[in-house]
C-alpha cells in the first residue's frame, strides 16, 4: 500500500500538470486561471489587450505557487514530519521550502515590475510598442486591436489561452506568458510543416496539423509560429491580405474527405494484395480514365471484424478502379456528419453494387 506522501505527492503533479496545460476536462470544468479569476480579469471582448496583460500576470503568480502549496499540502499529508516547523525539518525540505518561497516573491517582483508606468513595462506592452508609429505609444496600437477584436468578422482558432487570431490589421498569437503580433501589411506566411494525426484529442476523426511561420519586416518583431487544422486554412487565408508560401510544399487537405482519403490509402497499403490471372491487362481506371485501375475487391474480412459486421459481400468485378477514386467514393458515400464512422463502415461496390468495408480493398501487385 502507498504511503500518503506518495499518493499526495502523484496526486499534486498530476493536478499541477493538467492545471498548467489545461486538458478539455479542465477547461470544461473551469479550473483555469481564465475562470477562477474572471472578476478581477474583465471582458477579452471589451479590452482584448488589457485582459492578457492582467492574464499573463495573474498566470505567472498562480504557477509560481504549485511548488509552495505541494509543501503546504505535505504539511497536512504526512503531519509526522512536522513540515510546519520550518526550522526543525530536515536540510533538504528546509531548502525546498526557501526555494518555493524565493519564487513566489521573485514572480512578485515581476508584476510589481511588469505594472510600472501603468504596465508599460509588460511584455506585451513593450511588443505592442514596436509597432506604434511616431509619438504614439503602446496604448494607440491597443486601442486599434481591442476595436478589431470586438468585430464579429475576425478568424480566431484554439483553446482559450492558447488561440490565434487574425483580424483586418493584426495577427495575434496567444500563449500562456504572452501575446505575438504582428501587422498583416508587415508580415510573411509561410507554410512550414505539416503532421498527420490519425486521431486527434477531442475527435476520434484524423487532422492533419498545419505550422505557419510568420516573419515581419519590422525588426523589432520576433519570427513565431502558429498552427492550425488544416480544415480551417480557407478561412485564415480569407482573412489574410497577402498570399501564404508553401515553403514544405506541404500538400493541404482543406476538407474532411481529403483528410480520409490518406487515411483511406495508408489502411489499404496494409490489406492483402491481389495477384491478377497471367495475361490480365490492367485498364484505365474508370473514374478518372488516367491512372490505371490497381484495385480488386475480395471479401477478407470475417463476419466478426471491425468493419466486417456480416454485410460484407464477395465482389466478382474485375479491377476497374483506382485507389484514389474508390477512396473518393467510400467517403462520398458516408454520413457527412459523423466522420468518426467512415472508417467502420460498409458501402456498395460503384459497379456491381456488392457491399465491402475497407478490409477488402486490395491493391494489385
Request: contains cysteine; charged residues 15%; hydrophobic residues 40%.
Amino acid at each position: 500500500m502507498d504511503s500518503p506522501e506518495v499518493t499526495f505527492t502523484l496526486t499534486y503533479i498530476v493536478f499541477a500538470f493538467c492545471f498548467v496545460f489545461t486538458p478539455s476536462e479542465f477547461r470544461s470544468a473551469g479550473f483555469t486561471v481564465q475562470n477562477l479569476f474572471s472578476g478581477w480579469l474583465g471582458s477579452e471582448d471589451i479590452g482584448f489587450v488589457q485582459y492578457h496583460v492582467r492574464r499573463t500576470s495573474v498566470t505567472l503568480l498562480v504557477h509560481s505557487t504549485l511548488p509552495l502549496g505541494y509543501y503546504l499540502g505535505m504539511c497536512i499529508a504526512a503531519p509526522e514530519k512536522n513540515l510546519i516547523y520550518v526550522h526543525q525539518v530536515s536540510e533538504g525540505w528546509r531548502l525546498f521550502f526557501f526555494l518555493c518561497l524565493t519564487l513566489q516573491i521573485c514572480s512578485w517582483a515581476v508584476v510589481i515590475y511588469w505594472s510600472g508606468r501603468r504596465w508599460g513595462n509588460h511584455p506585451i506592452s513593450r511588443t505592442l510598442q514596436a509597432h506604434a508609429l511616431g509619438q504614439s505609444g503602446w496604448g494607440a496600437v491597443a486601442v486599434s486591436i481591442n476595436t478589431e477584436f470586438r468585430r464579429i468578422d475576425k478568424f480566431a482558432t484554439g483553446a482559450p489561452g492558447a488561440r490565434v487570431v487574425i483580424t483586418d490589421t493584426w495577427i495575434l498569437k496567444v500563449t500562456t506568458y504572452h501575446v505575438h503580433v504582428a501587422q498583416q501589411q508587415d508580415t510573411h506566411l509561410t507554410v512550414t510543416e505539416s503532421r498527420q494525426h490519425q486521431l486527434a484529442p477531442d475527435s476520434a476523426t484524423p487532422v492533419q496539423i498545419l505550422t505557419l511561420s510568420v516573419a515581419s519586416i519590422n525588426p523589432s518583431v520576433k519570427t513565431f509560429h502558429i498552427r492550425l487544422n488544416s480544415t480551417e486554412y480557407a478561412e485564415l487565408r480569407e482573412k489574410l491580405h497577402a498570399p501564404v508560401r508553401n515553403a514544405a510544399n506541404v500538400v493541404i487537405h482543406q476538407t474532411m474527405s481529403d483528410l480520409f482519403l490518406d487515411t483511406f490509402k495508408s489502411q489499404v497499403e496494409l490489406n492483402q494484395t491481389y495477384q491478377p490471372p497471367s495475361g490480365q491487362d490492367l485498364e484505365a481506371c474508370i473514374g478518372c480514365m488516367q491512372a490505371p485501375a490497381g484495385i480488386k475487391l475480395l471479401r477478407l474480412c470475417q463476419e466478426d471484424a471491425e468493419g466486417g459486421d456480416g454485410e460484407c459481400q464477395q465482389c466478382y468485378c474485375r479491377p476497374m478502379w483506382c485507389l484514389t477514386c474508390l477512396g473518393k467514393w467510400f467517403a462520398s458515400r458516408q454520413d457527412q456528419q459523423h466522420p468518426e464512422t467512415w472508417l467502420s463502415s460498409t458501402v456498395p461496390c460503384p459497379t456491381c453494387r456488392a457491399k465491402f468495408c475497407i478490409l477488402d480493398v486490395c491493391q494489385v501487385h
